[in-house]
């Protein structure tokens, strides 16, 4: 089957599983994008294209435009879903995708500094000493009678 019509068919199905419109334009930017590289390299049939098509893309985009490895990672996602797609359809035998590993990304996490945290406990104290608080209640005939006081 030709990657055209291949791809076409993939948004059409995932148009029809109800995506998000944010879904779809991403995957029909990402296929743009795919099917142009394919056609630069002449690969135009979904039985032409290998493991080693698919890494070379993906080597591609990391050194050629630079993406980062967690966009490498969407666009192998996408890719695992595409082929996927086409062997649960029977256009081809095998996915290409199938041994590929994601790439490693660096997960920096974001800690408080130690005058990041003096800043919310001072906030918390303020806080804590203007909200009124009530110390007794008493009940007369049909109404309560509230006394406030402040720490």
């Known amino acids: 089957m030709l990657i055209k019509f291949a791809i076409q068919d993939f948004l059409d199905e995932r148009e029809m599983m109800n995506l998000s419109e944010e879904t779809l334009k991403g995957y029909r ?36 435009k630079g993406n980062a490895p967690s966009t490498i990672n969407n666009k192998l996602k996408n890719l695992k879903a595409f082929f996927n797609h086409l062997t649960e359809n029977e256009y081809i035998q095998k996915n290409p995708c ?50 406030w006081y402040r720490n």
């Open 98 to 147: 199938y041994k590929i590993t994601k790439q490693k990304t660096d997960e920096r996490i974001e800690v408080f500094t130690d005058t990041h945290i003096r800043q919310m406990l001072r906030y918390y104290r303020r806080l804590k000493r203007k909200r009124p608080r009530i110390y007794s209640v008493q009940k007369y005939s049909n109404y309560y009678n509230l006394a």
């Open 29 to 64: 930017i990402f296929f743009r994008e795919f099917q142009t590289w394919l056609r630069e390299n002449d690969i135009l049939d979904t039985s032409d294209v290998s493991p080693n098509t698919i890494k070379s893309y993906l080597v591609y985009c990391k050194k050629e």
